[in-house]
């Protein structure tokens, strides 16, 4: 049985950071996992609620399958796949974030895992988002 957890670190006016993690059985998979919600996110210090986020930064580690982070529309498009059995710490911050311009977009981060390395074995990953919420 899988363990899916997703955790809110931090939900500022500005900016959010939101810890993914998962322990999955051979069989297990996710395709299309709502991962951010922005309309879930806390609003501005005007009251105004996020439309899109940024990325500025990603942590992740992966065991035994690949993953892929989508942006929520048009084909849900992936913006940053994850290669199976490796770890990085990946700093878009110079550039303002990797931005979400999806046709059809609604804001929100999606998640599938794919191949696995070994089917028969079990998987894992934990994944940290360091989030720019944008109100436009």
């Given at each position: 049985?899988?363990?899916?957890?997703?955790?809110v670190?931090?939900?500022?006016?500005?900016?959010?950071?939101?810890k993914l993690?998962?322990f999955?059985?051979?069989?297990?998979?996710?395709?299309?996992?709502?991962?951010?919600?922005?309309?879930?996110?806390?609003?501005?210090?005007?009251?105004?609620?996020?439309?899109?986020v940024?990325?500025?930064?990603?942590?992740?580690s992966?065991?035994?399958?690949e993953?892929d982070?989508?942006?929520?529309?048009?084909?849900?498009?992936?913006?940053?796949?994850?290669?199976?059995?490796?770890a990085?710490?990946v700093?878009?911050?110079?550039?303002?974030?990797?931005?979400n311009?999806t046709?059809?977009?609604?804001g929100?981060?999606?998640?599938?895992?794919?191949?696995?390395?070994?089917?028969?074995l079990?998987?894992?990953?934990?994944?940290?988002?360091?989030?720019?919420?944008?109100?436009?």
């Open positions: 049985m899988a363990t899916i957890n997703t955790t670190l931090h939900d500022g006016p500005r900016n959010a950071i939101i993690d998962a999955l059985d051979s069989g297990d998979a996710e395709t299309d996992a709502l991962k951010v919600d922005v309309s879930a996110l806390a609003p501005d210090v005007n009251g105004a609620a996020p439309t899109n940024s990325v500025l930064q990603i942590m992740f992966t065991q035994n399958v993953v982070l989508q942006w929520e529309g048009d084909g849900n498009p992936t913006f940053y796949p994850m290669p199976s059995n490796f990085e710490d700093d878009f911050m110079r550039f303002g974030g990797v931005r311009d046709n059809g977009r609604t929100n981060i999606l998640l599938t895992t794919k191949t696995r390395t070994i089917p028969s079990d998987a894992n990953y934990s994944i940290t988002l360091w989030l720019k919420k944008r109100y436009n």
